[in-house]
């Protein structure tokens, strides 16, 4: 997945797992991104009593540089705080919840969000009300405009929203995961079944916890066009869990620094490229700890792994032994200016994993959900989008269509599969298997309890 | 000290708020007390507010213990109530 469960440690730890990050030019509001980090992976609609929520004693922080060096110089910090309003039920809800502050609503959640930049902290909004959980039809009538309803405007102009959405991720996560295999190309297989099939979006109909900020240019950078972002949670450095025979206060005591549990920049980074021996040590640093990463970006695993897996197929990968300067552009330092025409979102020769986005590349009429691979620089790798195709992007990158296409042709050539292959739907179509919405906070309404599975 | 449960003793322990809060909180006091200058992760002592202190006896040989306290980590040298503290906790 993107970063669902990606490392042993966070895996345990669901309301902290940074699953997606999103960084866009706002199609509709083209003066300000969006930003949004995704957590709690793989949330079953119909998850009663206990429906999902994010931790109160988690902090979420969605990260900022604007100059280069890999380090927060604007950061957006979530907190969260849950209230039950009646005592004496076990009842999520007591009746249906038609507006956001129905009384109705036992378990609810309220959030701050606070913005820092060096010493300086300015609380943005505190309060602010959280959605429910898409729950019913009897219980959450008219979710669309209930939800909508929790999209709060804050100071500085920002618009916030933190709550439940549809997945928007799409990933054969059933096939990807048995060996590498791609439906569509079963029969390449080494170890092939027989036919061709259709791939399968393993996220449909699951819901994850999505906090989304649409924040004016300005409000990022002064000066620089380009700004590298990552997600971040933190918990306390120590937890004593109560214990009734000692103490009856019933209170878990949490004390001392935030520390660092989960982290994600780059669909797939810790997922696909860092060895599952130090996925839990990357997920505690920073990226500008990343550089003694750059070994497993320039000499990716899966790219050995993809000639094997599918014999004959990827003969010209197989030969390619040189370090792929073209994967540390995409994900480590942003791609100069002078490979594509009219195109850099470089941030400096320090190695972060860092989504980076170049602010003055303004949103594409008609856009591709392959992104700079289909020919719209307003995709992945230049931040990315809610329908961008991540997988499909990634998979072709490392298949050494992008070593081609920053050496050119007459130094490499990549093999036919390497533009050819995919991993749920044929990008050809540029549809993706999920909708969206056309406004903030663009992911989908959450599917519902009632609903799903159908 | 028949009352002293593990729990209290890490969350609210005499010896470890009062010499935690000595050092944040008056100056010299790490001197007077022949310890080294507790240091807060983000370097320069902070005031202790009151809460919760955990008290993490790291190496017991060196006298390294970390006071958690409010969002800071101090860490100090001090064998001497490393081994008062280690001593406190096997009665």
């Known amino acids: 997945m993107s970063s669902h469960r990606e490392a042993p440690a966070i895996a345990k730890d669901p309301v902290a797992d940074s699953t997606d990050l999103y960084t866009f030019v706002s199609p509709d509001a083209p003066g300000s991104v969006t930003l949004i980090a995704n957590y709690i992976p793989l949330e079953g609609p119909d998850a009663g009593p206990n429906f999902f929520e994010f931790g109160d004693d988690v902090l979420y922080a969605i990260h900022i540089d604007n100059d280069g060096d890999a380090k927060p110089d604007v950061t957006y910090e979530f907190r969260f705080r849950t209230q039950i309003t009646n005592q004496n039920t076990f009842l999520y809800n007591t009746g249906p919840i038609s507006t956001i502050d129905s009384a109705n609503w036992n378990r609810r959640q309220f959030f701050s969000v606070t913005r820092v930049a060096g010493e300086s902290r300015t609380v943005l909004g505190q309060e602010l009300r959280c959605p429910p959980c898409n729950v019913g039809p009897r219980s959450t009538p008219n979710y669309a405009a209930l939800a909508a309803s929790a999209v709060h405007n804050v100071a500085r102009g920002i618009k916030v929203f933190a709550g439940q959405r549809q997945e928007g991720f799409y990933v054969d996560l059933g096939s990807i995961f048995d060996l590498g295999a791609l439906r569509p190309f079963e029969g390449a297989h080494l170890i092939p079944l027989p036919g061709s099939m259709k791939g399968v979006n393993g996220t449909k109909n699951l819901n994850v916890h999505t906090i989304a900020l649409q924040v004016p240019i300005s409000d990022l950078s002064a000066d620089r066009t380009v700004i590298g972002v990552w997600t971040a949670a933190y918990r306390r450095q120590a937890r004593i869990r109560r214990d009734s025979d000692e103490d009856g206060d019933g209170i878990d005591v949490e004390s001392g620094p935030w520390v660092q549990v989960s982290r994600l920049g780059n669909p797939l980074f810790n997922e696909v490229i860092v060895p599952m021996s130090k996925k839990d040590v990357w997920n505690s640093l920073p990226p500008k700890a990343d550089g003694q990463f750059l070994k497993y970006v320039q000499h990716p695993e899966l790219a050995k792994l993809l000639p094997i897996l599918y014999p004959g197929v990827f003969p010209k990968l197989a030969g390619l032994t040189a370090a792929r300067d073209d994967l540390v552009a995409i994900l480590l330092t942003g791609i100069p200016s002078g490979i594509i025409p009219g195109f850099q979102n470089f941030t400096g020769s320090t190695p972060a994993d860092m989504l980076r986005l170049n602010m003055a590349i303004g949103p594409t009429e008609k856009p591709s959900i392959l992104g700079l691979l289909g020919g719209d620089a307003a995709g992945y790798p230049n931040g990315r989008r809610v329908f961008d195709d991540v997988v499909t992007i990634e998979l072709r990158a490392v298949a050494g269509l992008t070593y081609q296409v920053v050496h050119g042709a007459s130094v490499f050539t990549a093999d036919g599969a390497a533009g050819a292959i995919y991993d749920v739907e044929d990008p050809s179509t540029n549809k993706a298997p999920v909708d969206y919405l056309s406004s903030f906070p663009y992911l989908n309404t959450p599917d519902s309890g009632f609903s799903i599975p159908a | ?91």
């Open chain 2, 1 to 91: 000290m028949k009352d002293l449960t593990r729990r209290r003793f890490l969350t609210h322990s005499s010896i470890g708020v009062a010499i935690a809060g000595a050092i944040a909180l008056v100056p010299g006091a790490a001197a007077a007390l022949k310890l080294p200058v507790a240091t807060s992760k983000a370097g320069a002592p902070k005031a202790i507010a009151g809460g919760p202190l955990v008290a993490h006896v790291r190496d017991l040989a060196t006298g390294e213990i970390a006071f958690l306290v409010g969002s800071e980590r101090l860490i100090v040298r001090d064998r001497e109530l490393a081994v008062r503290l280690h001593a406190a906790a096997q009665r």
